[in-house]
T-cell receptor
Framework: NAGVMQNPRHLVRRRGQEARLRCSPMKGHSHVYWYRQLPEEGLKFMVYLQKENIIDESGMPKERFSAEFPKEGPSILRIQQVVRGDSAAYFC???????????FGPGTRLTVT | ELKVEQNPLFLSMQEEKNYTIYCNYSTTSDRLYWYRQDPGKSLESLFVLLSNGAVKQEGRLMASLDTKARLSTLHITAAVHDLSATYFCAVDEDNDMRFGAGTRLTVKP
């Protein structure tokens, strides 16, 4: 059973471009969490999704950021018109249910130039 | 390869007692993080330790980092029921972050 997979591992975008980050949860997991880690800070929660539903997006910036977890395929975190401040590591985690342990992916390091 | 080991994995404490959770890691990183997770909730950042000898305290929790020993500790003082949760440490080296398996803490009256 493969672990949580994220791709790409490293992503470089110029200011104004779009960034798409993918997260494939572990097999059988229907809950996905996205976190952002700014340099030398701890993880900060962004959004919690179940298949086809956003459950909690209280940590998402109001503009330019969106997330989805379709019925088929990976969860996508999309950042439009990236700015330098978006440079960070983005981690996703998956779990099989609401009260279950989360398993983390290796993260995507986004650099905005 | 960066490895992070936490112990114990399960901890049942009585209220008002003290205890320590240990986080050992395999590299020379000086960036270590502690998180709390309540069932069904997202991770909550507790402490960020960025240098050898760093010590941080918040309420009944205190975290320290010894990079020479490759060890961080999370000390719980006079536990209360509200501290029941799972605690994770994570180590960041060269843009590679690894989490410990977590310590599931239960505080009983």
């Amino acid at each position: 059973n493969a672990g949580v997979m994220q791709n790409p591992r490293h992503l470089v975008r110029r200011r104004g471009q779009e960034a798409r980050l993918r997260c494939s949860p572990m097999k059988g997991h229907s809950h996905v969490y996205w976190y952002r880690q700014l340099p030398e800070e701890g993880l900060k929660f962004m959004v919690y999704l179940q298949k086809e539903n956003i459950i909690d997006e209280s940590g998402m910036p109001k503009e330019r950021f969106s997330a989805e977890f379709p019925k088929e395929g990976p969860s996508i975190l999309r950042i439009q018109q990236v700015v330098r401040g978006d440079s960070a590591a983005y981690f996703c985690a998956s779990s099989p249910g609401l009260a279950n342990e989360q398993y983390f992916g290796p993260g995507t390091r986004l650099t905005v130039t | 390869e960066l490895k992070v080991e936490q112990n114990p994995l399960f901890l049942s404490m009585q209220e008002e007692k003290n205890y320590t959770i240990y986080c050992n890691y395999s590299t020379t990183s000086d960036r270590l993080y502690w998180y709390r997770q309540d069932p069904g909730k997202s991770l909550e950042s507790l402490f960020v330790l960025l240098s050898n000898g760093a010590v941080k305290q918040e309420g009944r929790l205190m975290a320290s980092l010894d990079t020479k020993a490759r060890l961080s500790t999370l000390h719980i003082t006079a536990a209360v029921h509200d501290l029941s949760a799972t605690y994770f440490c994570a180590v960041d080296e060269d843009n590679d972050m690894r989490f410990g398996a977590g310590t599931r803490l239960t505080v009983k009256p």
